[in-house]
């Protein structure tokens, strides 16, 4: 139900002025040459084998495969985001948070602490830095956040066979994922004797979709890992604390008050399995291993799982990778639902305690509504570092020049008469674009020729508003030129 809904939104969402952006350009361009079996991967950015896997189908519909693409992009956002609600309501119930043994309180009430739970999971992933931007312009991690809360659900249904196959999906987005979904495999191997072949088919696929389409595509077997290395001059791995950099954008991705209630959970949940497995230390083996299908166990596991995610990209910005903000959205989801569980359980107790004192219902309700006024007007607004207008425009001129770059080469002859031209140059930022509605590869676009050669034809435009035009023109060359709103072409045909 979560799928189609988000899937409808998605495809809805292309009413709105809709682009990719950089990186979702070259996987697009990609899968285009994966069809016609002729794969170039230098030129752009590092392979990515999850998004591959929908563009390349997607190519199949011409034009259609960039707004295809988006369509899932976003659809897997906001699956993310329902599965954020979904689990954060669950563990909350599953604390004793539910209609059960809720006398006289009408279920809707029962179940409000559930539903805060959830809408605090959900908020937060909306509200986390750049989450919206990057999910309108079609980058793959809201993908691979959904899947990996859709994997921790599979597992909280007992079903680890189906948490390690969702699992595989996101291990092939975020290399990241590989020391996490790895330790699973390695614990379904134990639990499991007959999921082995499973466990070692999906073992070796992983890095074989990884390496084998960058030796096919530039022939060599690791260009992704050193591509992935020389990342953008903005980049965070060039502030002078890079692991520091990224520790604190990780830290800016929740609020104060759900940072409060990730701490509180946490103390009490590590009580709480730490006396279990006290009273049980004769056995060891099997406390552990039922405290990890109990809510406080989870809860422990998410909070842990989601640091260690923060420590894991933040030491990999300081060898050198990027680091970009939206690397950090999985780890996040992790300590979203335990943070937002924190705010559920006590809107619960609260209830129980009004309840004995009024009638059960009305204290419940009562709890609850001061619960949300709390989480709502505590210092700091909940949207404060959402910005909606700063949002707006931004996405809206990216789809200008999608619109006006389609226009401008339609104008110019179509594509086939300004690739006769010539060798094109065009913003660095715009080169997988280009290379898209050129039907060319990436690497056939050049964002800075030699000194001493000017290029045939130049697609030249602003990468945001207010910034300087780009590329230069060089002087003393007789160009024609065609203006379109963003973009300005220049030919100097051979």
């Known amino acids: 139900m979560f799928a189609v809904g988000s899937l409808v939104l998605g495809a809805l969402s ?16 990609w899968g285009r040459e994966i069809i016609h079996l002729k794969l170039n991967t230098l030129g752009s950015n590092s392979f990515k084998p999850l998004p591959v896997l929908f563009t390349t189908p997607f190519a199949l519909f011409g034009r259609a495969q960039p707004d295809l693409w988006l369509v899932v992009a976003r659809a897997a956002g906001l699956f993310a985001v329902a599965m954020a609600f979904k689990l954060a309501a669950r563990i909350t119930i599953w604390f004793g948070a539910g209609p059960d043994g809720r006398k006289g309180v009408p279920r809707p009430i029962a179940y409000g602490p559930a539903v805060l739970a959830g809408g605090i999971a959900a908020l937060s ?7 919206i931007r990057d999910v309108a312009f079609g980058y793959s991690e809201g993908l691979a956040a959904g899947l990996v809360l859709l994997a921790i659900d599979r597992h909280l249904d007992d079903k680890p ?6 699992g595989f999906f996101p291990a092939l987005d975020r290399p990241e994922v590989w020391a996490f979904w790895g330790l699973y495999g390695l614990y379904l191997w134990r639990r499991d004797p007959g999921a082995r072949k499973l466990i070692i088919s999906l073992f070796v696929l992983v890095p074989a979709l990884w390496f084998l389409p960058e030796l096919w595509g530039s022939g060599q077997l690791f260009r992704g890992v050193t591509r992935a290395l020389h990342p953008s001059d903005n980049a965070a791995t060039f502030a002078r604390c890079p692991f520091c950099t990224e520790l604190r954008a990780a830290s800016q991705l929740s609020l104060s008050r759900l940072k409060i209630s990730i701490g509180l959970i946490v103390v009490g949940a590590a009580i709480m399995v730490w006396r279990a497995l006290w009273r ?19 809860v422990l596991v998410l909070v842990v799982t989601g ?3 923060f420590l894991e990209i933040s030491t990999m910005t300081q060898i050198g990778f990027s680091g970009n903000q939206r690397y950090l959205i999985m780890g996040g989801a992790l300590i979203f639902v335990p943070g937002a569980v924190g705010w559920g359980l006590v809107a619960w107790k609260l209830g129980d305690l009004l309840g004995r004192r009024i009638r059960p219902g009305s204290g419940r309700a009562v709890a609850l509504v001061a619960v949300t006024a709390a989480f709502i007007f505590l210092p700091g607004w909940v949207g404060q570092h959402f910005k909606a207008h ?7 001129y990216q789809a200008e020049l999608r619109q006006d770059l389609n226009t401008i080469v339609d104008r110019a002859g179509g594509a086939t008469k300004v690739i006769a031209c010539g060798n094109v140059e065009t913003d660095n930022y715009q080169v997988p674009m280009v290379a ?4 060319v590869d990436s690497i056939d676009v050049s964002d800075e020729l030699a000194a001493n050669q000017a290029p045939n034809v130049m697609l030249q435009t602003r990468d945001t508003p207010g910034v300087a035009l780009r590329p230069l023109i060089p002087k003393g060359v007789a160009y024609t030129e065609i203006r379109q709103r963003t973009f300005r072409l220049y030919e100097h045909c051979r």
Do not use: C, K, N
């Open 14 to 29: 292309l009413l709105y002025p809709s682009t990719p952006s950089y990186d979702p350009w070259g996987w697009l361009v």
């Open 125 to 131: 992933m909306v509200l986390a830095p750049e989450y």
């Open 161 to 166: 066979r189906q948490a390690f196959v969702v």
């Open 280 to 298: 049980r230390r004769s056995d060891l083996g099997a406390a552990v291993r039922e405290q990890a299908h109990r809510p406080e166990g989870i």
């Open 307 to 309: 640091i260690l995610w």
């Open 390 to 396: 700063a949002l707006d425009t931004t996405l809206r």
């Open 436 to 439: 898209w509605y050129l039907g």
